[in-house]
Each structure stands twice: as structure tokens, then as C-alpha cells.
């Protein structure tokens, strides 16, 4: 399984950017896995951002419920993560991650096998 992150980049408080987590692989069905995006700060730890399970429940970090939306696209074995209203704060780089057997603790990194190389996004004042 290899996940391919894009979309990043810099923007202006207030601005929005959408990622996109583009999975392939012999075995990949995006709509089989559980899915998540995380984002790691620069000298902070990984933190959750978004999750959707393999039923297409979503969930949230409390930081960007209605700000961020998760969505996924099944005949692109793609996943996306809309950001509106972004924030300094926001500045981090973001990550994708997957695994076919992950049903519940969505929020936690260990919970997943297949990460993505990451993408900047940048949110300047």
C-alpha cells in the first residue's frame, strides 16, 4: 500500500487549501480501510486531525470540527481533507494514514500501518 499526499502549501489566515491522499496498491480499496489525516508542528508531537472509517463515519479534533471536512472519493481510491478558515496554527505538516483493521481509537497514530510522505501547509498571519 503506498499513499501519496498533495495539496499543501501556503496561504493567508482566513484561506482555504484542500489534500488530497491518493492510496494504491494490488490490495487498496480506500472504502476497506480506515483512514485519518494527522498533522505534526514543528518540535511538537503528531496529533490527530480527521478520521473516516470504512463505513464513511467521520470524526474530528475538537481544534478543526467545523472548520475541516473529510471526504473520500471510491473510484479514486482517494481521500481529501477541505480546510477552511485555516489558522497560524494550522501550520504544520500533514499526513495521511490507513489500515484495514482499525475499528475504533481512530485518534491514535499507532492505530495505523500506512503513512504517506506528508504534505506542508503553511498559514502565515
Known amino acids: 500500500v503506498k499513499l501519496v499526499e498533495s495539496g499543501g502549501g501556503l496561504v493567508q489566515a482566513g484561506g482555504s487549501l484542500r489534500l488530497a491522499c491518493a492510496g494504491s496498491g494490488v490490495t487498496f480499496t480506500i472504502s476497506n480501510y480506515a483512514m485519518a489525516w494527522f498533522r505534526q508542528a514543528p518540535g511538537k508531537e503528531r496529533e490527530f486531525v480527521a478520521h473516516?472509517?470504512?463505513?464513511?463515519?467521520?470524526g474530528y479534533a475538537d481544534s478543526v470540527k467545523d472548520r475541516f471536512s473529510i471526504s473520500r472519493d471510491n473510484a479514486k481510491n482517494t481521500m481529501y481533507l477541505q480546510m477552511n478558515t485555516l489558522r497560524p496554527e494550522d501550520t504544520a505538516v500533514y499526513y495521511c494514514a490507513a489500515d484495514p483493521y482499525t475499528t475504533d481509537n481512530y485518534d491514535r497514530p499507532d492505530k495505523y500501518t500506512y503513512w504517506g510522505q506528508g504534505t506542508q501547509v503553511r498559514v502565515s498571519s
Open positions: 473516516m472509517t470504512w463505513s464513511a463515519n467521520a
